[in-house]
């Protein structure tokens, strides 16, 4: 099924993200997590590709196993920076044959060697030649891309990051999926300029439920994301004990969540990192908002 049509269906819904193995001996017990994900019947699942593409193949393996098994729709991401042209184009007949109907089109982010290199030389500098790519192939996916509440690290304002987002929509994203981010109001100040530029497509607010103290530099180095005080104090209060940090970051999620459901936000993706407890405790949390109670 076409994620396009469950986002602009204009009911609260919940989808979920997993990330594939990085090795062959991981594969059995990733796939016991996302199937226990899966079980909870989310209204999709993505999957992760992982950087520079070395687990492209588990990507598309796990997208495979939940639709068959749970016949849940799934999002395959696909990066392709520095990748080349016959690369790319393998993978998405990859996609293709794999009966993928839905991709996340991005760019990937650059590793210290990429940084300095010739990338006048690469055939895909941004995620908007991948689009291109994927409207010109002969599968009819339904494209998704990444956009920044908070700006992409690297553009130099947020009014040029929303002059490419828009170009990138207008190339053929049918939706897009925002970075993690802990204020909601961020969210909605983004949405009303992205509406005033004339971006109209469904987007689904990434929710990152934070249940380990050590998560937080790491979120904030891939993000860059605001943390509101009242999330800083949660994580110095509760970050030493593992349960009670865990509760905490459930619960900063649900409410993040409620508070987007209440404001008229139906789509909403939870960064569930293979946790299906976690997964499980969030949806329960908002099971009567979602029809599952
Ligand atoms: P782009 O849309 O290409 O934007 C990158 C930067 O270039 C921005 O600053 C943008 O403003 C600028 N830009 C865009 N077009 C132009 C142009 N024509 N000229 C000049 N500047 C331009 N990474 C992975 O490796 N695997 C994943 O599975 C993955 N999943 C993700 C899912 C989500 C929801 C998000 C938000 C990110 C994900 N990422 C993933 C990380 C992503 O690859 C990085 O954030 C990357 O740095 C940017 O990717 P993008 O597709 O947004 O890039």
Same mark, same amino acid.
């Given at each position: 099924m076409k994620i396009k049509k469950i986002l602009e269906?204009?009911?609260p819904e919940m989808s979920f993200e997993v990330f594939p193995p990085k090795t062959e001996s991981a594969f059995e017990s990733v796939q016991g997590a996302v199937r226990e994900i899966a079980a909870l019947r989310?209204?999709?699942m993505s999957v992760t590709y992982g950087a520079g593409g070395g687990t492209s193949q588990y990507t598309l393996d796990i997208a495979k196993d939940i639709k068959k098994a749970f016949g849940v729709p799934m999002l395959a991401h696909l990066t392709?920076?520095? @990748?080349?042209?016959? @690369?790319?184009?393998a993978r998405i007949e990859?996609?293709?044959?794999?009966?993928?109907?839905?991709?996340?089109?991005l760019?990937?982010?650059?590793?210290?060697?990429?940084?300095g290199a010739d990338r006048s030389r690469?055939?895909?500098r941004y995620a908007v030649d991948l689009i291109r790519d994927l409207k010109e192939s002969s599968a009819d996916f339904c494209i998704g891309g990444a956009c920044y509440p908070e700006v992409h690290p690297e553009s130099a304002n947020q009014k040029e990051d929303i002059k490419y987002l828009k170009e990138k929509v207008d190339a053929g994203v049918d939706f897009l999926t925002t970075q993690m981010f802990f204020d909601n109001n961020l969210l909605y100040s983004f949405l009303y300029k992205i509406r005033e530029a004339g971006i109209t497509v469904p987007v689904v607010a990434g929710i990152m439920p934070i249940t380990r103290a050590t998560q937080v530099a790491r979120a904030i180095k891939l993000s860059g994301s605001f943390m509101p005080h009242r999330f800083v104090s949660l994580v110095d209060r509760f970050g030493s004990d593992p349960d009670a940090m865990k509760q905490a970051g459930i619960a900063y999620a649900t409410d993040q969540i409620i508070d987007l459901y209440a404001n008229g936000i139906t789509n909403v993706h939870v960064y569930s990192m293979n946790q299906p407890d976690v997964a499980a405790k969030?949806?329960?949390?908002? @099971?009567?908002?979602?029809?599952?109670?």
């Open positions: 269906a204009g009911v989310p209204s999709f392709c920076v520095s @990748s080349t042209k016959e @690369s790319v184009r990859a996609m293709k044959d794999a009966g993928i109907e839905n991709v996340m089109a760019r990937g982010d650059l590793t210290p060697e990429m940084e690469w055939a895909y969030i949806q329960a949390n908002v @099971s009567a908002i979602l029809g599952k109670a």
